[in-house]
C-alpha cells in the first residue's frame, strides 16, 4: 500500500522535524553547559586551601568536600570557554575560576594570565594576585628582603610569602592577601621589592600536604625589622615535628596523675605541654576549643602533672557564640573530658625549635587523644558540657558540700552564661569563691577581678 503525500505537506512535515530537533538539541546544550558549570563547581575553586603560618601561630579554613579534582575542573572550564563563550559563567567567572585553577595545579604562569583577562571583573582579588605572581624588574625595584622557604632542608616551590606588621598581630588578623605577598620560585627563594621600612613578621601560606611531618622553627630572630635603601636575608625553616610516646591515642586516665613522654629532640634544653579540651559538635566528633599552654619547663623527656593542679590551673576564659567554653568553668582537665596533648621544644635561648602538633593535627584527630574515667564527674559538670548553663547552676546548688561545686558557681556567676554576659553576678561570684578551702591561682586571679570590677569608679 502506498501513501502519497504531496510535495507541500512533506517540506512542511519536515520543516516541523527539524524545529523539534532543533529545539531539543539546544535545550540538551544548554543542559550540557550547566552540568558542565556544576562540575565545576563541584570542585570548589574558590576554597582556600592553604595553612597561613606565623612565627607565633597558624590558621586555616577547614577543608570543604571536593567531588571533583581541580585537574578534572580545569578540563570542564576549558570547554566551557571554547564551547560555550556566551554563556552566563563563561562572561561572569570563567576567566578567575581558570585562574584559581591553573594555581591550584601549579601553572603559575597560565594563572597569571587568567588573572589579568579577569581583572575588570574580579578587580580587587584579581589584582591581588597578579601583584604576586608579577615578577618585578630587579633593574628597577629595590631589593627589600629574600629568602628561601625550605622543607627539611629541600627548598619548595610556589610557597606564598607575607609580610604582616608587627603592630597588625592581634587576636584578629585578615588574611594573606591582606598584606605584601610573593610567591617563592622552583628554588625556593622569595623576594620582596620597595617594602616599607617596619617591623614585619614573615608569614608562609603553605599546602597541607606539603606540611606532613614538619612544623615551622622559631630558632631565628623575628620580628624583623626593614630599613629603607638596604635589603636583608631570611629563611623560614620547616623542620621534623617531635614525636610523643604516652599518654598514647585512646588511653583513658583512672588514676590521680598524668605522665606525659615525649622522644629527645636534637639541641632542646627545655620542653613545654600544651593541653586541647575536645568536645561533641552537632554531629559528636570531637571539636578543639584552644589549647592551654603550660608554664612549667621540663628538662628531660617527661612530665607528671596532677590532675587536681590541672582542674585548678589558670586557663583563662575562652568564650563561643554559646557562651563561656566548658574548660572555663570545669578546669583545663576533668572527669569524663577528653583531651588532646602536645609539647613543644626550647633551645637555649628560648626559641622554639619543634612541637609535636603538626598543623591541621588538631582537626583531623592526629594529636594524642586522652580521656580521664567518670569517676568524680558531678551531674552539674554534665550540664555545663551540653551548654545548659540554668540546669548546671540547679545541679551544682545541690552538691554545694563539694569544692568543686562550689568552683563551678563562682565561675558561673562571674563569667555569666553567654556572650553577652547573661546571668552574670559579681557579688554571689565573689560569694562562691570566698568560700573555697584552698583556691588556687586562678580562682584568686578571678577574685582579684571581681573585686577591683565591683569598686566604684
Not at 522535524?17 to 574558590?46: F, H, S
Not at 620560585?185 to 616599607?196: E, K, N, P, S, T
Not at 564527674?377 to 569544692?403: M, N, P, S, W
Request: glycine letters at 8%.
Amino acid at each position: 500500500m502506498y501513501i502519497r503525500i504531496k510535495a507541500g505537506t512533506l517540506v512542511a512535515c519536515l520543516l516541523v522535524v527539524a524545529l523539534c530537533a532543533g529545539i531539543a538539541y539546544t535545550l540538551w546544550n544548554q543542559g550540557k553547559a550547566d552540568r558542565l558549570v556544576q562540575q565545576i563547581l563541584e570542585a570548589n575553586p574558590m576554597s582556600e586551601d592553604r595553612i597561613d603560618i606565623t612565627s607565633n601561630g597558624y590558621a586555616y579554613t577547614h577543608p570543604t568536600e571536593q567531588k571533583v579534582s581541580y585537574e578534572q575542573a580545569l578540563a570542564y572550564a576549558l570547554e566551557m570557554v571554547e564551547e560555550y563563550p556566551d554563556h552566563m559563567w563563561t562572561q561572569a567567572n570563567s576567566a578567575y575560576t581558570l585562574g584559581q585553577l591553573y594555581l591550584k595545579t601549579g601553572h603559575r604562569d597560565e594563572a597569571l594570565s587568567w588573572f589579568k583577562k579577569a581583572d575588570s571583573h574580579w578587580n580587587e582579588e584579581a589584582g591581588r594576585w597578579i601583584s604576586i605572581l608579577e615578577r618585578p624588574d630587579p633593574d628597577t625595584a629595590q631589593l627589600s628582603l629574600s629568602g628561601r622557604v625550605l622543607m627539611d632542608g629541600e627548598p619548595q616551590a610556589d610557597a606564598l610569602v607575607y609580610l604582616r606588621p608587627t603592630d597588625a598581630n592581634s587576636w584578629y588578623s585578615p588574611g594573606y592577601l591582606s598584606y605584601p605577598t610573593v610567591m617563592t620560585d622552583q628554588d625556593g627563594i622569595y623576594r620582596f621589592y620597595d617594602a616599607l621600612p617596619g617591623s614585619y613578621e614573615v608569614g608562609v601560606a603553605i599546602l597541607p600536604e606539603q606540611l606532613e611531618g614538619l612544623v615551622r622553627t622559631n630558632a631565628t630572630e623575628e620580628p624583623l625589622v626593614l630599613e629603607a635603601g638596604s635589603s636583608k636575608t631570611f629563611d623560614v625553616r620547616f623542620v621534623p615535628k617531635l614525636e610523643t610516646i604516652a599518654p598514647t591515642n585512646g588511653t583513658e586516665i583512672e588514676t590521680d596523675q598524668i605522665r606525659f613522654e615525649w622522644e629527645p629532640y636534637p639541641e632542646a634544653v627545655s620542653y613545654r605541654i600544651n593541653i586541647q579540651s575536645l568536645v561533641p559538635d552537632e554531629n559528636g566528633q570531637l571539636k578543639g576549643r584552644g589549647a592551654i599552654g603550660l608554664q612549667e619547663s621540663w628538662t628531660d623527656t617527661e612530665a607528671v602533672y596532677e590532675i587536681a593542679e590541672l582542674r585548678g590551673y589558670e586557663g583563662g576564659v575562652h568564650y563561643d557564640t554559646e557562651g563561656p567554653a566548658p574548660q572555663s568553668i570545669l578546669g583545663i582537665v576533668y572527669p569524663g573530658g577528653h583531651f588532646s596533648w602536645s609539647v613543644d621544644a626550647y633551645d637555649a635561648q628560648g626559641r622554639k625549635l619543634s612541637s609535636s602538633s603538626s598543623y591541621y593535627a588538631a582537626y583531623t584527630n592526629q594529636l594524642p587523644l586522652f580521656s580521664l574515667s567518670v569517676e568524680g564527674q558531678l551531674a552539674g559538670d554534665r550540664y555545663v558540657l551540653a551548654r545548659d548553663y540554668e540546669a548546671a547552676i540547679a545541679a551544682y546548688k545541690q552538691e554545694e558540700h563539694r569544692q568543686e561545686a562550689i568552683r563551678a558557681l563562682g565561675l558561673i556567676y562571674a563569667f555569666g552564661t553567654d556572650m553577652r554576659e547573661k546571668g552574670k553576678d559579681v557579688e554571689l561570684a565573689k560569694s562562691y569563691l570566698n568560700q573555697l578551702t584552698d583556691p588556687t591561682p586562678f580562682d584568686q586571679q578571678i577574685l582579684a577581678s571581681l573585686e577591683r570590677e565591683g569598686q566604684p569608679r
